[in-house]
Nanobody
Framework: VQLQASGGGLVQAGGSLRLSCAAS????????MGWFRQAPGKEREFVVV????????YYADSVKGRFTISRDNAKNSVSLQMNSLKPEDTAVYYC???????????????????WGQGTQVTVSS
């Protein structure tokens, strides 16, 4: 499956952005979808994951209550609504996919087989 992330940009602290991840090549509904981010000089970190049907989600504590993931399997897309953005949210955001179930390793980036190219999110103070 090929993933294409979009929607990044520059926003002031407290603002909002909506990221999208379009999947092609295989049926997205068979894949767990996640978002990770990587700030300069830091390791890639887990942000959120959603199961194949959208009924189960897990968020990193740092984004809980501010970010919301959703998916539309009919459109083969996943979205990440980001509200109340903070400067520490600045990073390149990547969408990722893996077939099957969420499982206990959902925070582990090595668990995900497919990755998008990343989209830059910059939050100014």
């Amino acid at each position: 499956v090929q993933l294409q992330a979009s929607g990044g940009g520059l926003v002031q602290a407290g603002g909002s952005l909506r990221l999208s991840c379009a999947a092609s090549g295989r049926t997205q509904s068979n894949y767990v979808m996640g978002w990770f981010r990587q700030a300069p000089g830091k390791e890639r970190e887990f942000v959120v994951v959603i199961n194949t049907q959208g009924g189960s989600t897990y968020y990193a504590d740092s984004v809980k209550g501010r970010f919301t993931i959703s998916r539309d399997n009919a459109k083969n897309s996943v979205s990440l609504q980001m509200n109340s953005l903070k400067p520490e949210d600045t990073a390149v955001y990547y969408c990722a996919a893996d077939p099957g179930f969420i499982g206990p390793r959902y925070r582990d980036s090595t668990r995900y087989r497919y990755w998008g190219q990343g989209t830059q999110v910059t939050v100014s103070s």
